[in-house]
């Protein structure tokens, strides 16, 4: 797939991506199109250069690295979006610009510790996963909502020990819903996380919380709806997986 081909591809998402904010009172510019390029390689994703596309989002260190190796920084931000586990934590401060999957306290004071001991990478901005599915299946901190009892006051809790950590810049919350056929049916996976988000800037305001990074190549008009600002899309703009 060539860039002209690309570029169509990014339009009609975008066009969608304006018309589902203006269903919610938005401006489609507040939503950020992140490009998921895992399994696709460096020589498919360089034709995204000159599109309009500046974020890129990968879910596993190892094939993330041959690729930032190979494209560089520049114009990209990198984003993890895949689980990520405390022994790779330092990887993935050498390597990307934002991580969507902190979803455990341990991982985040791994990741300020490491980024303490490099100061001139500077604060890493994050987003904490949240499993508002509640699926085995799923990492994230196991929540619904702020109604949900001894599980929110534990999270409220956890959430203001990494608010308080030096080097890490929480800035918002990431879900992965679940895999249907109707995206209405993930309308409250959505919702949940924007509501779990407003809370947070009550009783922990010292933090932006801007960030809903939520919504994939089959539902990111629901998500955008209700308040999507990072839209992770993959097959939609790159085809299907190698």
Same mark, same amino acid.
């Given at each position: 797939?060539?860039?002209?081909?690309?570029?169509?591809?990014? $339009?009609?998402?975008? *066009?969608r991506v304006t018309?589902? !904010?203006?269903?919610?009172?938005?401006?489609?510019?507040?939503? $950020?199109?992140? &490009?998921? $390029?895992?399994?696709?390689? !460096? #020589? #498919?994703? &360089?034709?995204?250069?000159?599109?309009?596309?500046?974020?890129?989002?990968?879910? /596993?260190?190892?094939? &993330?690295?041959? +690729?930032? *190796?190979e494209l560089g920084h520049d114009p990209w931000r990198w984003h993890l979006i895949g689980s990520l586990q405390s022994n790779k934590a330092a990887q993935a401060v050498r390597m990307f610009d934002v991580v969507?999957?902190?979803?455990?306290? +341990?991982?985040?004071? /791994?990741?300020d510790r490491v980024l303490a001991d490099d100061p001139e990478r500077g604060p890493m901005r994050i987003l904490l996963q949240v499993n508002v599915a509640d699926e085995a299946s799923k990492s994230g901190f196991d929540l619904r909502g702020p109604g949900d009892g001894e599980r929110w006051e534990r999270f409220l809790g956890v959430v203001r020990e990494i608010a308080a950590l030096p080097n890490l810049v929480p800035c918002g919350l990431m879900t992965v819903a679940p895999l249907v056929d109707d995206p209405e049916q993930v309308r409250p996976c959505f919702r949940a996380l924007a509501r779990i988000r407003d809370a947070l800037r009550e009783?922990?305001?010292? /933090?932006?919380?801007?960030?809903?990074?939520?919504?994939?190549?089959?539902?990111?008009?629901?998500?955008?709806?209700?308040? &999507? $600002?990072?839209? /992770?899309i993959g097959r939609a703009i790159l085809g299907a997986r190698s």
């Open positions: 797939m060539n860039s002209e081909e690309l570029l169509v591809r990014l $339009t009609a998402i975008r *066009d018309v589902a !904010a203006e269903k919610s009172g938005r401006n489609g510019e507040e939503v $950020t199109v992140i &490009a998921v $390029t895992k399994t696709h390689p !460096a #020589t #498919t994703v &360089a034709h995204l250069y000159g599109t309009g596309v500046t974020d890129l989002g990968e879910n /596993r260190i190892q094939e &993330a690295s041959t +690729k930032i *190796d969507h999957s902190v979803d455990t306290l +341990k991982l985040a004071r /791994r990741l009783h922990v305001p010292d /933090r932006d919380w801007r960030e809903l990074s939520m919504g994939m190549s089959n539902d990111f008009e629901i998500a955008v709806e209700e308040g &999507a $600002t990072l839209v /992770r």
